[in-house]
């Protein structure tokens, strides 16, 4: 089963070369608690490269959190990041090497 969770904020870090995505709603209001877990994620993106979602893997508490609209996916890229849970719901999401998965250099349009 696939839950979906929306993106509250997105910031990149120039110098880390990270995009942190943070879940308010999942956290109920918020972005604290839980241990940082490495993870494997599935990046959505749009055709000129913006950032549209991530999926988040593994069954079977599949989630996806998303920033845009599932019919702008143009493309999926394999990226590695962390994910911290709070109340076992996605709050935070850590892309790393964002630079190279996504248009990380300027403002996405769908944030």
């Given amino acids: 089963m696939l839950r979906e969770e929306r993106a509250t904020k997105a910031v990149y870090d120039a110098a880390k070369d ?3 995505l943070e879940i308010g709603p999942a956290a109920g ?8 877990v490495p993870a494997s994620l599935n990046v959505l993106v749009d055709a000129e490269g913006h950032l549209v ?6 069954e079977p508490s599949r989630f996806v959190v998303m920033v845009g609209h599932h019919e702008d ?3 999926q890229r394999a ?8 109340n076992g ?6 892309l790393f ?8 250099d300027e403002r996405n349009p769908r944030l």
């Fill in 18 to 20: 990270t995009l942190v």
């Fill in 79 to 86: 990226a590695r990041g962390e994910i911290v849970f709070a």
């Fill in 73 to 75: 996916v143009a493309e």
């Fill in 89 to 94: 719901v996605p709050s935070v999401v850590t």
């Fill in 29 to 36: 209001g918020k972005t604290v608690g839980g241990t940082a």
């Fill in 53 to 58: 979602g991530i999926d988040l893997g593994e």
């Fill in 97 to 104: 090497a964002a630079s190279k998965v996504v248009r990380s």
